[in-house]
Structure formats: structure tokens, C-alpha cells
């Protein structure tokens, strides 16, 4: 170690020995830029004992083409940050909606044939009168026409028909 004499005020200064150091700011910055630096950190916070919070931080710093050798090249296939990447991301997002299409329409074919094969072998096994009433959509015991609407209100909550007779001037409305 050398001691630096070199200002009168104050104690003597102490400094390693290595060679001249002539490094500016931007020859420390180009270094760091080239080789890149990495910075890791745990922040642990516990009380008696028992862990809240644990934070790990990394941090890498070192230029576009010294982190692309690396492989860090995720500015390149983020949508926010590129544009190919956005136009990609929005023909991804176009076929896989078209290939959602194609599948309920063939789901949606598939159905209707199997529906079709049911109701034909329902109409092979009932008798002629209710056969007939199962295509027409007649009750098949008595022929009489299927009330829809009372079918609909069968299904629905009590409150819900209860409600609707009150607003449509039913027993509850004076």
C-alpha cells in the first residue's frame, strides 16, 4: 500500500496499488456494459421466527448485444415493446379463434346427429299414435299440444313466477 500525499488538508489517504487509474466514468460504464453485471439480493422479513416476506431481487445490467449473446433477448417477443411482436401475437390470437369456430361447428354437427339417431330409435320403439305426437310435439300419452310456457315456469324459481304475476296485474297487484 502506498500512502497518498498529495492533499495537504486532512489525514493521508490510503490506496491500493494497482497501476494507473485513469478510468473515467466512461471507461467504467463501457467495461460494465460489455461484460455485464449481476446484482442478487434476499430481503427476508419474519417476526418471531416466522417468515411474512421474502423478496428475491436480480438485477442484470449490461448492454442489448452483450445480453442477447446471453440469450436475454425478451424485448424482442414482448407485444409492448415490438411491433412483429404485437402483429404475431394478434395472428396467434386470429387462428386460435378460428380453430375454436371449426370445433364447435363440428361439435355442433356432431350433436345434431346423435340427436337425430336418438329421436329415431325413440320413434322405432314407441307405438304410431305417439310416435306422431313425439314429432309434433304432443304429449305423448294423451296427443294433447305441449304447453311450452307452463314448461318454462316449471323450471324457474317460485320467486321469479311470483314476481312476474305481481307485475303483470296477477292476485298480488290491487
Given amino acids: 500500500m502506498t500512502v497518498d500525499r498529495g492533499s495537504l488538508a486532512g489525514p ?15 471507461d467504467v460504464l ?6 455485464g453485471v449481476v446484482i442478487v439480493g434476499d430481503i427476508v422479513i419474519s417476526v418471531l421466527d ?36 404485437r402483429s404475431l401475437q394478434q395472428e396467434k390470437e386470429r387462428e386460435l379463434r378460428d380453430d375454436t369456430m371449426r370445433a364447435l361447428h363440428a361439435e355442433n354437427e356432431e350433436l345434431r346427429s346423435r340427436l337425430a339417431v336418438l329421436e329415431s330409435s325413440v320413434r322405432e320403439r314407441l307405438p304410431g299414435r305417439e310416435a306422431a305426437a313425439v314429432e309434433s310435439g304432443a304429449e305423448p300419452s294423451t296427443g294433447a ?8 315456469d316449471e323450471a324457474r324459481p317460485f320467486w321469479a313466477q311470483d314476481a ?4 303483470d296485474g296477477g292476485p298480488g297487484r290491487r
Fill in 12 to 26: 493521508p489517504r490510503l490506496r491500493a496499488l494497482s497501476g494507473p487509474r485513469s478510468d473515467s466514468l466512461a
Fill in 30 to 35: 463501457e467495461r460494465v456494459l460489455d461484460k
Fill in 50 to 85: 416466522v417468515e411474512l416476506l421474502t423478496l428475491k431481487l436480480r438485477l442484470f445490467i449490461a448492454s442489448a448485444d452483450t445480453a442477447r449473446e446471453m440469450g436475454l433477448d425478451w424485448w424482442t417477443t414482448d407485444p409492448f415493446y415490438s411491433r412483429e411482436a
Fill in 145 to 152: 299440444p305441449v304447453d311450452v310456457a307452463a314448461r318454462r
Fill in 164 to 167: 312476474e304475476r305481481r307485475h
